[in-house]
């Protein structure tokens, strides 16, 4: 008959969920801070299921699973921030993997082992950090624990039963939940193909060492695998139809292409780097702190007991299967190249199982050394003390490691996008509708695409701009706020052209770091005084009717540029455009060239600060161009021209004054004479 747990387990229990709660709810709104690009790919599969999509595998982001984006799809029904919903998920998901590796360890040890193991995955690092970010990898484990519960609960059940034709009554119930459980991993994260070898191995050694239990579990064994698999069929169809459907991936599994070409180091260095995971340094800021390992002293001492307690007793098939599932965890991980989290995932539980019993077996194995007649008392004492002192540093180091330290590192927040996701979050909850110019070093595409994830309304008009090189004034409003982030400043001769702004938020992140600044323009008249300084023409310039189109998508309204060029100095010419029409987004760039009295280019500028994504018409843009003069140019007559063209084809645009005479295919603005300096 088996044993109810007591009310002091339970109550352990609860108090250790209660802490994981605590650790995974904390701040989850920005930490970790951004929205990183997988949490972009994910919020936006879970948009698509909600919105009637049902996808057996998800294409973007080089593939994705879906069971983790179905879940979270029925929470986005109430919560409605994708981001907020697939990060509740991770922390639920990671929640329930508390207990369900306590349940497990205490099946294959005893329950004060359970209760240490749960403890430990509620406060280790590597559990925290993988409950937080909203992508489906926190699934696998819990998945995979159900799937060994269930199969062990049924091969238990067997064991009972030895006489094969003598069966426990839900015997293959259990087989076949533990099948159902096995083929749903399938749809959580992509190493869990490799996890049947957890259960051949178990297989293979009931073969070859108990015979007669093997005799016993077979037939269950083969239900369970036969579920699985028919439960995967409908992924494993898609793949197999779809075989470029991961070929994004590629590059991952470099380690074994070199090996295919007799090349062993690539892989040699990916396992070391797995193991000094456990060792000494876990990657770089990414994911972690650089140079603190998986584990924390104390704890990494009690892992590698754990190992070493399960591979002694390996002739009990729960304790070498433990051992067996961190090994298969950690395969994809040896097998590509750049180790990580995420990548690890699959030996989350058996490594936390480890733990657990690492601690109970060396505190029974002392007690029993040395104080054998008061072996319970002396072994609950120290375990006791070691417990407090290994979960103590664990809870300490994540706590420091994770959100005093990897948090608020400027290295994470800048590869999170994290002030432009607070850019986002403003915009959502700010009622004005007023159109938003946003500064952007990535204006083209990188930053604008990603946005558009990062924010939930679409009534706001949207214009990109890349504050190094151009500033945008937008045409038929009367203001418009401009934000500006301390990564994307106005140089300094364009920030004459937004001296009239106002700031009206200027917003910091809860531990100081300037975050992002909003600023209220009056447009007409900005537009005034941006036409105003420009100018027509230059010393040699041609005499046309004014402004020069061209194509049919932008007129130069004028331009400045200083009268005098000497060699060795920086010719800054500021060129004033107005839209004429919107054009399809695609890749552009103004070119302005320094050209020799025999046409050669000696200086040149490319580039499209306003990218045509953003272009309305009627709207105003000054371009901001630098030409560095080699200190050895010659004296002589010097030409500057100016034109625009597509950068996928390099093709020209046209040009034409405004009565219509063709120019080319570009503008000559003026001429110079270079004398020495």
Same mark, same amino acid.
């Given at each position: 008959?088996?044993?109810?747990?007591?009310?002091?387990?339970?109550?352990?229990?609860?108090?250790?969920?209660?802490?994981?709660?605590?650790?995974?709810?904390?701040?989850?709104?920005?930490?970790?801070?951004?929205?990183?690009?997988?949490?972009?790919?994910?919020?936006?599969?879970?948009?698509?299921?909600?919105?009637?999509?049902?996808?057996?595998?998800?294409?973007?982001?080089?593939?994705?699973?879906?069971?983790?984006?179905?879940?979270?799809?029925?929470?986005?029904?109430?919560?409605?921030?994708?981001?907020?919903?697939?990060?509740?998920?991770?922390?639920?998901?990671?929640?329930?993997?508390?207990?369900?590796?306590?349940?497990?360890?205490?099946?294959?040890?005893?329950?004060?082992?359970?209760?240490?193991?749960?403890?430990?995955?509620?406060?280790?690092?590597?559990?925290?950090?993988?409950?937080?970010?909203?992508?489906?990898?926190?699934?696998?484990?819990?998945?995979?624990?159900?799937?060994?519960?269930?199969?062990?609960? +049924? $091969? &238990? *059940?067997?064991?009972? !039963? @030895?006489?094969? /034709?003598?069966?426990?009554? #839900?015997?293959? =119930?259990?087989?076949?939940?533990?099948?159902?459980?096995?083929?749903?991993?399938?749809?959580?994260?992509?190493?869990?193909?490799?996890?049947?070898?957890?259960?051949?191995?178990?297989?293979?050694?009931?073969?070859?060492?108990?015979?007669?239990?093997?005799?016993?579990?077979?037939?269950?064994?083969?239900?369970?695998?036969?579920?699985?698999?028919?439960?995967?069929?409908?992924?494993?169809?898609?793949?197999?139809?779809?075989?470029?459907?991961?070929?994004?991936?590629?590059?991952?599994?470099?380690?074994?292409? +070199? $090996? &295919? *070409?007799?090349?062993? !180091? @690539?892989?040699? /260095?990916?396992?070391?780097? #797995?193991?000094? =995971?456990?060792?000494?340094?876990?990657?770089?800021?990414?994911?972690?702190?650089?140079?603190?390992?998986?584990?924390?002293?104390?704890?990494?001492?009690?892992?590698?007991?754990?190992?070493?307690?399960?591979?002694?007793?390996?002739?009990?098939?729960?304790?070498?299967?433990?051992?067996?599932?961190?090994?298969?965890?950690?395969?994809?991980?040896?097998?590509?190249?750049?180790?990580?989290?995420?990548?690890?995932?699959?030996?989350?539980?058996?490594?936390?199982?480890?733990?657990?019993?690492?601690?109970?077996? +060396?505190?029974?194995?002392?007690?029993?050394?040395?104080?054998?007649?008061?072996?319970?008392?002396?072994?609950?004492?120290?375990?006791?003390?070691?417990?407090?002192?290994?979960?103590?540093?664990?809870?300490?180091?994540?706590?420091?490691?994770?959100?005093?330290?990897?948090?608020?590192?400027?290295?994470?927040?800048?590869?999170?996008?994290?002030?432009?996701?607070?850019?986002?979050?403003?915009?959502?909850?700010?009622?004005?509708?007023?159109?938003?110019?946003?500064?952007?070093?990535?204006?083209?595409?990188?930053?604008?695409?990603?946005?558009?994830?990062?924010?939930?309304?679409?009534?706001?008009?949207?214009?990109?701009?890349?504050?190094?090189?151009?500033?945008?004034?937008?045409?038929?409003?009367?203001?418009?706020?401009?934000?500006?982030?301390?990564?994307?400043?106005?140089?300094?001769?364009?920030?004459?052209?937004?001296?009239?702004?106002?700031?009206?938020?200027?917003?910091?992140?809860?531990?100081?770091?300037?975050?992002?600044?909003?600023?209220?323009?009056?447009?007409?008249?900005?537009?005034?005084?941006?036409?105003?300084?420009?100018?027509?023409?230059?010393?040699?310039?041609?005499?046309?009717?004014?402004?020069?189109?061209?194509?049919?998508?932008?007129?130069?309204?004028?331009?400045?540029?200083?009268?005098?060029?000497?060699?060795?100095?920086?010719?800054?010419?500021?060129?004033?455009?107005?839209?004429?029409?919107?054009?399809?987004?695609?890749?552009?760039?103004?070119?302005?060239?320094?050209?020799?009295?025999?046409?050669?280019?000696?200086?040149?500028?490319?580039?499209?600060?306003?990218?045509?994504?953003?272009?309305?018409?009627?709207?105003?843009?000054?371009?901001?161009?630098?030409?560095?003069?080699?200190?050895?140019?010659?004296?002589?007559?010097?030409?500057?021209?100016?034109?625009?063209?597509?950068?996928?084809?390099?093709?020209?645009?046209?040009?034409?004054?405004?009565?219509?005479?063709?120019?080319?295919?570009?503008?000559?603005?003026?001429?110079?004479?270079?004398?020495?300096?």
């Amino acid at each position: 008959m088996t044993r109810q747990p007591s009310r002091a387990w339970i109550a352990a229990l609860v108090a250790v969920l209660l802490v994981a709660a605590f650790l995974r709810f904390y701040r989850l709104d920005v930490v970790p801070p951004g929205m990183p690009i997988d949490e972009l790919v994910d919020a936006g599969a879970v948009r698509a299921i909600a919105a009637g999509w049902r996808p057996v595998f998800i294409p973007q982001g080089w593939g994705r699973e879906p069971l983790y984006h179905y879940i979270a799809a029925l929470l986005f029904t109430f919560v409605r921030d994708p981001q907020m919903t697939i990060r509740l998920t991770s922390a639920f998901i990671g929640i329930a993997l508390v207990p369900a590796i306590g349940v497990l360890t205490a099946q294959i040890s005893n329950r004060r082992a359970g209760v240490l193991a749960a403890a430990f995955t509620a406060v280790t690092y590597w559990a925290v950090f993988a409950s937080r970010y909203g992508v489906r990898d926190i699934l696998l484990p819990l998945l995979s624990t159900l799937t060994v519960i269930a199969f062990w609960s +049924a $091969l &238990q *059940s067997d064991f009972r !039963h @030895p006489t094969p /034709d003598i069966r426990h009554p #839900t015997s293959n =119930f259990r087989f076949v939940l533990a099948g159902v459980l096995l083929g749903l991993t399938f749809y959580t994260y992509q190493s869990s193909r490799i996890f049947p070898l957890v259960f051949a191995v178990v297989g293979a050694w009931l073969w070859l060492f108990d015979r007669e239990r093997f005799h016993t579990a077979w037939r269950g064994m083969l239900l369970f695998f036969a579920v699985g698999l028919i439960v995967g069929v409908p992924l494993f169809a898609y793949l197999l139809a779809h075989p470029d459907a991961e070929s994004g991936r590629a590059f991952m599994v470099e380690p074994l292409v +070199a $090996l &295919q *070409s007799g090349n062993v !180091h @690539p892989l040699i /260095d990916s396992i070391w780097a #797995t193991f000094r =995971f456990f060792i000494s340094d876990a990657g770089d800021w990414t994911y972690n702190v650089p140079g603190h390992p998986v584990f924390p002293s104390v704890t990494n001492a009690l892992f590698c007991l754990g190992i070493i307690v399960c591979l002694i007793r390996w002739r009990d098939t729960s304790r070498l299967a433990v051992p067996v599932w961190l090994l298969v965890g950690l395969l994809p991980v040896m097998a590509t190249s750049g180790p990580h989290y995420f990548r690890l995932i699959g030996a989350l539980a058996p490594a936390m199982i480890l733990l657990g019993i690492g601690l109970v077996e +060396a505190s029974d194995w002392l007690a029993r050394q040395f104080a054998p007649e008061r072996k319970p008392t002396v072994s609950a004492a120290i375990l006791v003390t070691v417990g407090f002192l290994a979960l103590g540093q664990s809870t300490a180091t994540t706590w420091r490691d994770y959100f005093e330290t990897w948090a608020i590192n400027p290295h994470v927040r800048a590869e999170h996008d994290s002030n432009l996701r607070e850019i986002g979050r403003y915009l959502d909850r700010s009622a004005d509708t007023t159109p938003v110019v946003i500064a952007s070093l990535a204006a083209e595409d990188v930053e604008p695409d990603r946005f558009g994830g990062m924010i939930e309304r679409t009534d706001l008009d949207q214009r990109w701009f890349d504050p190094s090189t151009a500033l945008v004034f937008p045409s038929e409003v009367e203001t418009a706020r401009y934000i500006l982030r301390p990564e994307t400043p106005l140089r300094g001769v364009l920030a004459d052209y937004f001296s009239g702004a106002q700031l009206v938020a200027d917003r910091h992140w809860y531990d100081g770091p300037a975050s992002f600044q909003v600023y209220r323009l009056e447009v007409p008249a900005a537009r005034e005084a941006a036409q105003a300084r420009a100018a027509w023409p230059l010393p040699g310039g041609p005499r046309i009717a004014t402004p020069a189109r061209f194509g049919d998508r932008a007129e130069l309204l004028g331009y400045t540029a200083p009268p005098v060029i000497t060699p060795g100095s920086t010719l800054r010419v500021l060129t004033t455009w107005r839209i004429l029409r919107p054009v399809e987004p695609g890749p552009s760039s103004v070119f302005v060239h320094v050209l020799d009295a025999n046409g050669r280019i000696v200086a040149q500028d490319d580039q499209l600060g306003y990218p045509r994504h953003s272009w309305h018409a009627g709207d105003l843009f000054v371009q901001f161009s630098r030409l560095e003069l080699a200190p050895a140019l010659s004296p002589g007559h010097y030409t500057l021209q100016v034109g625009l063209y597509d950068k996928d084809t390099l093709v020209r645009w046209p040009v034409a004054d405004a009565a219509g005479q063709a120019l080319g295919d570009h503008l000559i603005l003026g001429q110079w004479i270079v004398g020495d300096q």
